[in-house]
């Protein structure tokens, strides 16, 4: 399945082909607009990711929707500055390379993901993608839908025995602009229980200010305490 998506968001003729679900469109542009799902059907009582999935007479308890209709979007929420949660990177620890397929109201995309460097107190995780965005600027992305590529890196780095730095960078640019997200933390430990975190969050839009570029710059210092 992961195969499958990368070779068709790569650019192969296979996603120009129609799905039985809407015979009358590219298979991509049925997807994105929600009119037929390459998910299997559940006819289990309680299904994972229901939300996604087209009703049956098995697991529909309401109306089915109108013929065409999409999806209601939840209003976007903009994560915590500290949270510094850019992109799933993490892999099996057994493990050097992965391949992660997504599928969501606000895109569909799969990446390829390996990790670059691994020893004590130094990881490096890369990740490079393709995909299709569907809402503009969901999710840190760019600002029109269509077809997109998505690469990042997370680098977490012991700098004493005392401090780390986190670093994540996601990099995500489309038909009209280029998203760039850059968030870097430092932790001090400045007693057992207690930690000095420090954040500093950079956005930059190649599309903002008429198209000259603009960049947003955002930090906090909090001291944080175990029990």
């Known amino acids: 399945m992961s195969t499958a998506w990368w070779l068709a ?25 929600g009119r037929a799902s390459l998910r299997m059907p559940c006819y289990e009582l309680v299904c994972p990711d229901a939300e996604w999935m087209a009703p049956t007479r098995y697991t529909a308890l309401r109306a089915p929707k109108a013929p065409g209709a999409l999806p209601r979007l939840r209003p976007m929420r903009t994560p915590l500055l500290a949270t510094r949660s850019i ?30 460097l691994r020893r004590p107190g130094t990881d490096l995780r890369v990740q490079l993608g393709t995909g299709y965005r569907i809402v503009p600027y969901a999710d840190y992305g760019t600002a029109m839908p269509g077809p997109i590529a998505r690469g990042g890196f997370v680098l977490s780095q012991d700098l004493s025995d005392r401090a780390r730095l986190d670093q994540q960078v996601m990099v995500e640019t489309g038909r ?52």
């Open 9 to 33: 968001l790569a650019g192969l003729p296979v996603f120009q082909h129609p799905l039985p679900e809407s015979p009358g469109e590219p298979a991509l542009v049925a997807i994105a607009a």
């Open 87 to 116: 992109t799933s990177l993490s892999a099996p620890t057994s493990r050097r390379d992965w391949i992660n397929s997504e599928i969501s109201n606000t895109k569909i995309g799969t990446s390829y993901g390996f990790e670059a």
């Open 176 to 227: 009209r602009n280029t998203y760039v997200r850059q968030t870097i933390g430092v932790d001090v430990t400045v007693a057992p229980q207690w930690t000095l975190r420090s954040d500093l969050e950079m956005r930059h839009d190649s599309a903002a200010n008429n198209g000259k570029g603009a960049t947003d710059t955002e930090g906090s210092v909090k001291l944080r305490y175990s029990f």
